[in-house]
């Protein structure tokens, strides 16, 4: 049996495959509609981060400090990598290979700076 307290380790993009998988099943949207509505879901997720920042900091006095307010964003942050990559495999043949060839583009611009 699994120890509730340590989460079960999956492969993120094979695990994203199966969520996209499913909800392309499951979706009463057109194939057009659906893709509209994950791409648009990315922004729903970003705007989350920043309620969650913003309570982490005390910054809405109305809202108040939130104690927990760094776990929820990092949290919120994992939400819009997931949403992201749901959107990624929906418009993508390969995901995975997009996602490697652009994290080499990026890495080699980037690291190239040092």
């Known amino acids: 049996m699994q120890d509730t307290d340590q989460p079960r380790e999956l492969d993120l993009l094979e695990t994203i ?12 949207l057109t194939r057009d509609l659906e893709v509209v509505m994950r ?12 309620e969650a920042l913003s ?8 809202k ?16 819009v990598v997931f949403t992201a990559l749901i959107a ?9 290979a997009k996602l490697q060839e652009r994290l080499a583009f990026v890495a080699d611009r980037t690291l190239s700076l040092a």
């Open 64 to 79: 108040g400090h939130d104690p927990e307010g760094w776990t929820k964003v990092q949290n919120e942050l994992c939400d």
């Open 39 to 50: 791409l648009g879901k990315i922004s729903e997720e970003v705007g989350e981060v920043h």
């Open 17 to 28: 495959e199966k969520i996209t998988a499913t909800l392309d099943r499951v979706t009463p």
């Open 55 to 62: 309570r982490a900091l005390g910054h809405n006095l109305r």
């Open 88 to 96: 990624l495999t929906t418009v993508s043949d390969d995901a995975r």
